[in-house]
Each structure stands twice: as structure tokens, then as C-alpha cells.
């Protein structure tokens, strides 16, 4: 007799703290899993209460919700091995738990021992990690017994034995580590090893996760499941899906990337005689290692028939421009969910022409075909249900122009090129145009001030307030075209202005989102020129940004004969982004940074090298304010400069001035 198990993960796009969303979320793809005949499944962590509930976790309603919410699941598991996640709080303490069901009885929970406190996480701030051997049991008041069953239940470092099947975890960052909890799964002989993860999206994280879930499955000669969150959950982090199956080093599943559904589930067959034969074959002794309670069950999970795996990638995950491929796919889903959870009736967008606003109209274009590849145009329409004004769209152009409105607002220094890139380019994906003159109120500010201050303005005295203003008074009118259509206004700001305060506060930087605000200059031109001839997985390419790729990027806000450009300004983009890496990812100092440009631009003169550096230190550290008042952003690497998530810097400082003297 065949010892094969049908087994699954699922990826699911959860909101924190919203329990009905979640539940039915869960409950689908549990239902699915069913049909298909799975017998295992893994869900994501913390799929109860979604991962990024904050300092919510704190509150003792999060956990009684998600209790609550627990005891809803347990009829669905009928037959089924089940684990999910959730917060509970022990001996005062709380921990980040799965908790595994069989066949709709509750035999444990899992606490995680690694804590992601780096980057973009914060889970020290509320949880703590569990030691390693440890194992209690857990007790809830009388007021569950009658959702959850008898207490208490074994809580903490476990194996699950249901009728000779072995189950571990290793919940997300705990195979990220060095000293992962699989090595010691490995020594008790388990045979399967869930990962429940929440693990967000950013550049060329797949390949780490696919090390760790092959070289695991291989090592430890076990059936391994990761299973992923999905979609834009809580605002600024993106996750991608992507569950892997592996047996013993060979991958026999995979799911789509960056999908638009609310939940999917993902098989596999595990032929446990093979993993079996993995571990009898690695000669490593398992004598008198590892500490953990083994939970036992009786329930005899159903074996299955052969199938035969054909793990096949979406064709984009292989191509030469992975990286164009990933931001376009991440920003797309992000502008989707995000719309859709803060019921925005569509986006508003000061389109100016030049490459930041272009970028976002054009991932607007994105997230509208994608949404509909994978969806088809009556699922996008009823995932939007609420925005009625799209049920009568019969296409993708149509439902643009509901959903994004853009605006054209010159002032005397304006020009037709920036003009004639910004309507075409609406018309080529179908936005809603507007050009709105706001060159009267510029003058009328200017008038306002000269009368207050009893004398004229003038470029060569106040260069930057009269940029400034003719940014501001920009403002007001794409406001109110958010208000007018319930819509929300999106900020056009990059990462490279970001980091030097290139940008005009309550201006360029207005808006509830900032989408681009995670993603450098100088990458975003080279995207642009690629979305122009290529497009995402060879499609959706937009010819017309041939318009804003032959320009030279410029604010538009001196007078025409001044010729301004971004770069003169500044420096060359690709200098502020590398010196941007060494200063503020790898913490180089100012001299250190020096150094380095000077080996990877010999033609460059010393003298010029040090005035990039001075200049960049001296913006990075007068500007931390601006970046402090950024509207949210996607979290699209893990060096971005957003003060909620990543880089914190203080707003007041010494500046850098005895390390720039040195130069």
C-alpha cells in the first residue's frame, strides 16, 4: 500500500483585524482544499488576525476576537489537518502561535522561537520569542470551553504525532535563521514540516525563500509546505503568495505571484516513504537530541493515489528583467488592495508629464490589466462592488477612466512638450484629463505677499519660494477633484527626492499615498523606458511614454531661459542613488563614501566627488522632517527610506559637519 498524502498551502489576502474578511478568507479555502481531497493544510501566519495589526496586539479584544474566530474554523475541519495562526497571550506574556487541528479538534499550539525584528518588522515590540525545548499548556477561561473543547491544551515547542504522521513547524523567520528549528525536527524523525509565513515582498527575496524551503525539504529529508500571505494587507508592506511545496529537495508545487484573489490554494502529493528513505540514507545520529512535547493523535489521515508534479513558473519569473517584471507586478496588486480596502472610488493624480507621474499612471494601467487577467472584468468590477459607477465599464479603458483622474496644471513656465506627453499618455491608457491653469493663483499669491512684505519677488532673492508656491497651488485643485469623486489623491513623489528633500512639501508631496516614494529616480526612468518597448511579460507596454523618456527630467517651476534640470540641481541620479546605498543602507561614513565614488568613477575629479557627497549629507540630514510627513509608501526593498518602517534618523542633528570638515 501507498503511503501518499495529499497535502496543501494557501495563500490568502487578509486585512488586520478585519474578522469577517478573514474568516471567509479562510473558510473558502478550506472548502476548496476539501474538494480537491487535500488532507493537510497549511495557512499563513497570524491568518486569524492578519500579521500587521500594530500595537492592536496589545489589546485583549485582538486575541478574544480571534479566538472567536477560531472556534468558527474548527467545524470547517471535518477530516482535515489544519493549522493557523494567531496571538495568544501566556503567563502575561504574548506570543506569535499556530495552532494545529485535526479533524476539527484542537491539539496544540506552536509558539515561534525567531522574532523578525529587522527591517521592516517590528514583532519584538509586541511578541516574544519562545525558548527552544520548552513546552507548557495553556488554559482559557470557562467562557471558551464551549467554541474550543476542553482545556488546557499543550502550548509551545511541539511535534504532532497523528497516527505515525510527524508534523513541525517553523513558523516564517525561524527558517530564515541560521540556527533554524528544523535542525532539531530533523533529529525527532518528523516527516512534515509546515512554514506558515508572512513574509513581504521585496527585490530578489524568491530565491532566498526557495533556498530555504528546497535545501530544508533536501537536509531534513522531509515534505515541506510554505504558505504565504498575499496582496497589499495593512498598507505599506506588499506580500506576494507564492506557496512552495517540496519533497526532499525537489519542488512539486508552486503558486502564481502577486495574484489579485482573495484566497488560493495550492496542492501537492507527499510520498512519506520518501522522505522516510531521505532520512534513513543521511547517516547523522539522532540520539539524545532535541526537547520536545509530542502530541498524539489517533486520527488516521486518508492516503491517496500517485500524480505527477509539473511545478511550472509563471514565464516572467525567468526573465532577464525580473527586477522590471516584480515592481510593476508589487505596485499594481498594492494600488488594488489599497484602493479597495480604503473604499477609494478610483485614484487622482497631478500628471505633469515628467517620469514620477507617468511611473504611477502607467502602474495604474498595470493593476487595471492585471487585475482583469486574472479576475476577468465582472470579478474586478465585483471586488470594487461598492464603486457603482464601474458596473456599466465594459472594458479596460473604460473602467480607467472611472477609476483614474489626472490633471494638467501649468503656469507660466510650463511647456508644450510636458503638456503633449501628459495627454497623451492619459488617452493612451484612458485616464480622465483635466488641464487646470493655475498660473492665476500663482499670481495672485505672489501679489498677496508683495503687497504684505511691501516689495517685489524676485528669482535672484527668492528663488526657492517661488518654485515652492507654484508647487503648492497645485495642491488645492487635485484635493478637490479627490473630494469630488471620493477618490484618493496620490503623491508623486520618488525615494531620490525623498532622500535629499527634492520635493515641496504640501505640493508634490500631497496626497493619502505615496506610491513611488520606495523606488529611486534613476530606476524609474530606466522602467519607464522598459514599459515603453517592453512591458510587463512582453504585454501592456505604453509607446506614448516615448514622450516622457525623451526628456530631461525638470520641476518646470524657473523661467524657460534658465534651463532647469533635475540633475543640475542635484547630481546625476545614479550618483545620489549609490551614494544614498553607502551612506544610509551600509552606514558609510562621509569620507568612506568619498572613497568608494572615487574607486568606481575614476574620470570624476575629487573635487567633484566631494561636493556630491557634502551636498547629499547636508540635504539627507536638514530634510529628515520631509521624509517624517511622507505620505504612507510601498515597501518595495529592504533600504528604503521610510522613518515608520525602516530608516530612523533624528530630525534634529549635528548634521554631519565634522565629518564633512574631514573632506
Given amino acids: 500500500m501507498t503511503n501518499l498524502i495529499k497535502v496543501a498551502g494557501a495563500e490568502l489576502n487578509q486585512t488586520p483585524l478585519d474578522w469577517n474578511n478573514n474568516f471567509e478568507n479562510i473558510k473558502n479555502a478550506i472548502e476548496t482544499a476539501k474538494k480537491q481531497n487535500v488532507s493537510i493544510l497549511c495557512l499563513p501566519e497570524l491568518s486569524i488576525t492578519g500579521y500587521g495589526c500594530e500595537d492592536a496586539f496589545y489589546a485583549p479584544n485582538t486575541e478574544h476576537q480571534a479566538l472567536k474566530i477560531l472556534g468558527k474554523i474548527l467545524p470547517l475541519t471535518k477530516d482535515l489537518v489544519i493549522s493557523v495562526g494567531l496571538p495568544l497571550r501566556f503567563k502575561n506574556k504574548l506570543y506569535n502561535t499556530v495552532v494545529l487541528i485535526v479533524n476539527q479538534k484542537i491539539k496544540g499550539f506552536v509558539a515561534k522561537k525567531h522574532l523578525a525584528g529587522n527591517g521592516i518588522h517590528y514583532e519584538p515590540r509586541w511578541f516574544t520569542p519562545w525558548v527552544e525545548g520548552e513546552f507548557s499548556t495553556i488554559e482559557f477561561d470557562d467562557s471558551y470551553a464551549s467554541i474550543l473543547g476542553n482545556t488546557p491544551f499543550p502550548f509551545g515547542d511541539l511535534i504532532f504525532n497523528v497516527n505515525g504522521v510527524k508534523i513541525g513547524f517553523e513558523i516564517c523567520e525561524d527558517a530564515w535563521v541560521a540556527n533554524r528549528p528544523g535542525r532539531t525536527l530533523y533529529h525527532q524523525g518528523v516527516d512534515i514540516i509546515l512554514n506558515p509565513s508572512a513574509s513581504h515582498f521585496a527585490f530578489d527575496k524568491l530565491d532566498v525563500r526557495k533556498r530555504f524551503v528546497l ?227 500663482y499670481k495672485g499669491y505672489l501679489n498677496a505677499i508683495e503687497s504684505a512684505i511691501d516689495r517685489k519677488l524676485g528669482w535672484d532673492t527668492d528663488d526657492i519660494t517661488l518654485q515652492n508656491i507654484q508647487a503648492r497651488v497645485r495642491a488645492p485643485s487635485v484635493w478637490m477633484l479627490a473630494n469630488i469623486n471620493g477618490a484618493l489623491l496620490l503623491s508623486t513623489s520618488n525615494r531620490s527626492e525623498a532622500a535629499v528633500g527634492y520635493a515641496t512639501m504640501d505640493g508634490d508631496t500631497s496626497g493619502g499615498l505615496s506610491p513611488i516614494a520606495g523606488i529611486d529616480k534613476n530606476y524609474l526612468r530606466s522602467w519607464l523606458r522598459w514599459m515603453e518597448t517592453n512591458g510587463l511579460d512582453n504585454k501592456w507596454n505604453v509607446p506614448e511614454l516615448k514622450l516622457v523618456n525623451d526628456q530631461q527630467p525638470t520641476a518646470e517651476l524657473r523661467p524657460k531661459d534658465s534651463k532647469q534640470t533635475d540633475e543640475a540641481d542635484l547630481m546625476p541620479y545614479d550618483i545620489l542613488e549609490e551614494i544614498e546605498k553607502l551612506a544610509i543602507r551600509d552606514k558609510k561614513s562621509p569620507q568612506e563614501c568619498q572613497l568608494f565614488l572615487s574607486a568606481n568613477h575614476p574620470d570624476a575629479s575629487r573635487e567633484t566627488i566631494i561636493a556630491w557627497v557634502k551636498k547629499f549629507f547636508q540635504l539627507w540630514s536638514r530634510n529628515q522632517w520631509k521624509r517624517e510627513r511622507y505620505a504612507p509608501s510601498f515597501h518595495l526593498d529592504d533600504k528604503n527610506l521610510d522613518p515608520k518602517t525602516w530608516c530612523r534618523f533624528p530630525i534634529l542633528s549635528g548634521g554631519f559637519k565634522n565629518e564633512l570638515s574631514e573632506l
Wanted: charged share 20%; glycine share 8%; with cysteine.
Fill in 215 to 441: 535545501e530544508g525539504s533536501r537536509a531534513f529529508g522531509v515534505g515541506y509546505i510554505y504558505a504565504n500571505l498575499l496582496g497589499n494587507e495593512s498598507g505599506r508592506a506588499i506580500y506576494d503568495g507564492g506557496v512552495m511545496i517540496a519533497l526532499s529537495g525537489k519542488l512539486l508545487s508552486i503558486s502564481k505571484r502577486f495574484a489579485f484573489y482573495n484566497y488560493k490554494v495550492t496542492t501537492a502529493t507527499f510520498d512519506l516513504d520518501i522522505a522516510r528513505l531521505a532520512q534513513i540514507q543521511s547517516h547523522t545520529s539522532n540520539t539524545g537530541t532535541g526537547n520536545h512535547l509530542v502530541v498524539k493523535d489517533d486520527f488516521t489521515i486518508p492516503r491517496t493515489s500517485p500524480e505527477k508534479h509539473l511545478p511550472v513558473e509563471e514565464s516572467w519569473e525567468h526573465s532577464d528583467n525580473i527586477k522590471e517584471e516584480e515592481f510593476g507586478r508589487a505596485v499594481a496588486l498594492g494600488l488594488f488592495d489599497y484602493m479597495r480596502k480604503s473604499f477609494s472610488k478610483g485614484y487622482v493624480v497631478s500628471l505633469s508629464g515628467g517620469a514620477d507621474s507617468s511611473s504611477i499612471v502607467t502602474l495604474i494601467h498595470l493593476m487595471i490589466k492585471m487585475g482583469i487577467e486574472d479576475l476577468g472584468l465582472e470579478g474586478f468590477k465585483s471586488k470594487l462592488s461598492y464603486f457603482s459607477a464601474l458596473s456599466d465599464c465594459e472594458d479596460d479603458k473604460a473602467l480607467c477612466e472611472k477609476i483614474l483622474t489626472t490633471a494638467y496644471q501649468p503656469t507660466e513656465n510650463s511647456g508644450d512638450v510636458t503638456l503633449n506627453a501628459a495627454t497623451e499618455l492619459a488617452k493612451a491608457v484612458g485616464a480622465t484629463f483635466h488641464t487646470i491653469d493655475v498660473n492665476p493663483m
